[in-house]
């Protein structure tokens, strides 16, 4: 069997990740920080459409499409988040039944 260095080496991997000095703190949050600036974007894209939607029965100055758009996009970009964290669930499991 071979190594990971051989393999690596025959297909021009680098063996080191293309970081600079100084910047590996960044480089190791950002998959973190990414995915919660899109929850919290999820999370604003609810309210604003909650919102809407609260105006729009008060009888507030909205228009009725753009509550519709808004919900739907509230909608979407949920179900999208749903299906990212399934991946997730995916991949971890696959990790965890990983034999060393």
């Given at each position: 069997m071979a190594s990971i260095?051989?393999?690596?080496?025959?297909?021009?991997?680098?063996?080191?990740?293309n970081v600079l000095p100084g910047k590996a703190?960044?480089?190791?949050?950002?998959?973190?920080?990414?995915?919660?600036?899109?929850?919290?974007?999820?999370?604003?894209?609810?309210q604003d459409a909650d919102r809407a939607v609260e105006s729009l029965f008060t009888g507030g100055d909205v228009n009725p499409a753009e509550v519709l758009t808004a919900v739907q996009k509230a909608d979407m970009s949920f179900k999208l988040m749903m299906q990212v964290r399934n991946k997730m669930m995916q991949a971890y499991a696959e990790v965890k039944d990983i034999r060393v």
């Open positions: 260095n051989a393999i690596q080496q025959q297909l021009n991997i680098p063996t080191t990740p703190d960044e480089a190791s949050g950002s998959f973190g920080k990414f995915l919660l600036e899109g929850i919290q974007e999820v999370n604003q894209m609810q």
